[in-house]
């Protein structure tokens, strides 16, 4: 079937024709022309797909009649060009492909019908920790012990890489996903044969980390999205959502001599979750853009689910054909960039799209900045941050009352041995100084400024402290080049900052232990120690579960405060420490100038770096060279194994089956919460404890503590993960007084962890709900925060408000979420002891009504309004099969 909306036209490229779907010839009446960038490129994927029942022309026109002022519930069906996803992820995923395989053969059909359909890349970047540091071995030991830990995961993989079609796995130790992504895998114009032409067309994809949206800096359309909706995209699905709002942030003026993009991007993060852009598109646009390098824009959109977006997409300009020239892509496909997008009226950074709203920022008004304790949106002036740490002490109970009543904050300390000498460990101590994560560790002008830094430090005399953890994990194999070229590699070196790894460490909590007399003082003295790190991501309890407060700032900051010791300090009026000749030395002694990082910048980092480092990305590593595979369509579950196990998502699959949800009679209340729970708190993240249910299960297996791993490496096993669901040390359920995975069972009032209360309920047939309060669900993209509620008996989540991908995920999975019409648990004063009843409003519909009653503190009956959140008819037909993967399946098996 053709639509009058598919108008083909020619391009040619070195010789070459290319067809594409031309934008411009449609636009009879100029309104696409004044669309935002990213409602086009999605625009361009619905007409390519027309296929008058997934993609209806009404579809189009729903899009090309985009209104910035009206918010509408259209439904948009955009096919991805592509999926990506990291291990921690991208393993479950492979998992749940292996289980439908299995299920299909079990049905008499072929296996190999569940196959990817579009192009899929698993980067190998989550499992490395930092065990080892401080040392020119602490790299080769680390990857060592990483693939100690996860042989049996990596194999799984290389069977994945020969049993589907459509699936590239990169290897351990090449990079970070998201770096990878923009130095290597993003293409911004695809091509494919089809018909017999060669068709060009917008690169676009959905990845199984939040922070996918760092492509966004390469003017490529991509978002974050669950484990469970990318397994879908791959099997063809279309991404469904809502028509969204677009922000135009208007970029002006010029960054300050010594602010750095991380400082911007900590700026625009407050400044937009204030605004509240949740689950809107952000696009940048203004005579600002053009002063900030692409590696500075890929930092803000890499930040992009800190401040609630979707998306945060920049122009394709010059800027961008620069990079992917240095980067090392070929002069053809720069060529065929530069004249697709100019073909379809989207090259350059002048704006003349209409947004739904237009926030303004000066780039001359960012100041140096960190963020913290906390969250990423608690963003302080560099100078107040000793006020920021204070405060946090004051909240959480640590002061006293002098005489006058005014309260005073205590800092406690305590004796303790590090490296054979006696030390004094004070809250407020700096343990943890890592330069991680994508954010910043693929962007030239902060790692060679962290290196400049460094160098200054050494020069003068400066040390680290000895209580601190350094740490230095790069985005790609090509820092690392440059860093050594230009001889700053060895500066870090001496302050302790040695290549750890490639790949995302501290900043997903694989910081990796602290040294042991550090660990004993913080716990037996309740300190309160500080990590700092140039990552995006500081919640409760995810660098290290003995850290309390945790801040980001950029890689220089992070030196910095390594070599302070202490984050209880005014960097600009107070010295980082003593040089040799007995000087004092303050940060603005050795801050490089903008001129000294752009010398070096241009002295030692060039194309082939690039070109050399992507040539052949299996010889890196010789251990996944060697590692020897299994092969086959259907894999060999392994009934002993503690990593990989067959999930049991598909056991009760019924293709006839449709889940019509009319009454959750008599449930009990698991969890009652308040505000900002994060996935973090739900999904199991971080180490492994050996008391936990998830600790005591391993052992019960013959896995001993040493050997535990992290929750992030055994995605792959439901039985550990579920048992981790809800277990965070930091996660506060209101049902029980105490931090932690607890929570009561009732009648009886029995405290007890999560999961055993959970699994007693279900032998007593008792449905579950969880409560919780705004922004349920905020932070990183994790399918187990919804896989694991479903294993535990949990028929519903009722929140005041959710995060994007989680209510998602939900759905996905089956699990119903439900949202406060008024009030919330509290307000409502809700008896948590007494179970409630939900009644939906029939036949299931996007947005329909529900009614929850409950019993208040005061022993009286009530009833409250709920809207149920299946926001779409795609969402609810997904619902009533039983989750996403449930309805690929039907579909497939159909």
Known sequence: MESKYQVLRKLRVKNKDFSYYSLKEIDKDNKISKLPISIRVILESLIRNFDGKTVREEDIENLINWNPKKSSDSEIPFTVSRVLMQDFTGVPAVVDLAAMRDKVRDMKKNPEIINPLVPVDLVIDHSVQVDFFGTAESFQENQDKEFERNSERYRFLKWAQKAFKNMRIVPPS?????????????????????????????????????????????????????????????????????????????????????????????????????????????????????????????????????????????????ETLNYLRITGRSEEHIELVEKYLKEQGLFGVEAAASFSEVIDLNLSNVKPSVSGPKLPQQRVDLENIGNSFMKFMEESGEQSETGNRQKQVLLKSAETIIHGKRETLMDGDVVIAAITSCTNTSNPRVMVGAGLLAKKAVELGLKVNPKVKTSLAPGSRVVTEYLEKSGLQDYLNKLGFYLAGYGCTTCI??????????????????????????????????????????????????????????????LNNEPLGMSTSGKKVYLKDIWPSEDEISAVINRSLDRNMFIEKYSNLDVYNKKWESLEAPEGEIYDWDSKSTYIRRV????????????????????????????????????????????SPAGKYLIANGIEPKDFNSYGSRRGNHEVMMRG?????????????????????????????????????????????????????????????????LLLGVKAVVAKSYERIHRSNLVGMGVLPLEFNEGDAKSLDIDHTKPVTINVEGPMKPMGKAEMEF?????????????????????????????????????FVS
């Open 174 to 318: 090449v990079g970070i996903v998201h770096q990878v992504n923009l130095e290597y895998l993003g293409q911004i114009v695809m091509t494919k044969q089809e018909g017999g032409k060669n068709i060009a067309y917008f690169d676009s994809l959905v990845g199984t980390d939040s922070h996918t949206t760092m492509i966004n800096g390469l003017g490529i359309v991509g978002w974050g999205v669950g484990g469970i909706e990318a397994e879908a995209a791959m099997l063809g699905q279309p991404v469904t959502f809502k028509t969204p709002e677009v922000v135009g942030v208007n970029l002006t003026g010029k960054l300050k001599s010594g602010v750095t993009a991380t400082d911007l991007v900590l700026t625009l993060t407050e400044l937009l979750r204030k605004h509240d852009v949740v689950g809107k598109f952000v696009e940048f646009f203004g005579n600002g853009i053009s002063s900030l390098a692409l590696p500075d824009r890929a930092t803000l959109s890499n930040m992009c689910p800190e401040y609630g977006a979707t998306m945060a997409l920049f122009p394709v300009d010059n």
């Open 855 to 891: 019993t208040d503190r005061a022993g009286k009956k009530s009833k409250t309004g709920l809207t149920v959140r299946l926001d779409t008819p795609v969402e609810v037909e997904y619902f009533q099969s039983g989750g996403i993967l449930n309805f690929v399946l039907k579909r």
């Open 509 to 570: 909590g694989n910081s990796g232990p602290l040294d042991e007399g550090i660990e004993k003082a913080i716990l037996e003295n309740k300190l309160n120690t500080v990590a700092v790190l140039s990552g995006n991501r500081n919640f409760e309890a995810r660098i290290h579960r003995d850290v309390r407060a945790n801040y980001l700032m950029s890689p220089p900051l992070v030196v910095a405060f390594a070599l302070a010791g202490k984050i209880t300090i005014d």
């Open 725 to 789: 669901t809800f277990a965070n040390n930091r996660i506060r359920n209101l049902m029980v007084e105490k931090e932690g995975g607890f929570t009561r069972h009732y009648p009886d009032g029995k405290e007890t962890t999560v999961y055993d209360g959970a699994v007693q309920y279900m032998k007593e047939n008792v449905p579950m709900v969880v409560f919780a309060g705004i922004e349920y669900g905020t932070g990183s993209s994790r399918d187990w925060a919804a896989k694991g509620p």
């Open 648 to 691: 049991p998502f598909f056991d009760t699959f019924n293709p006839k089956q449709v889940i019509e949800v009319k009454q959750i009679k008599d449930a009990r209340p698991l969890l009652v919460m308040g505000d900002s729970v994060t996935t973090d708190h739900i999904s199991p993240a971080g180490a492994i404890g050996k008391d």
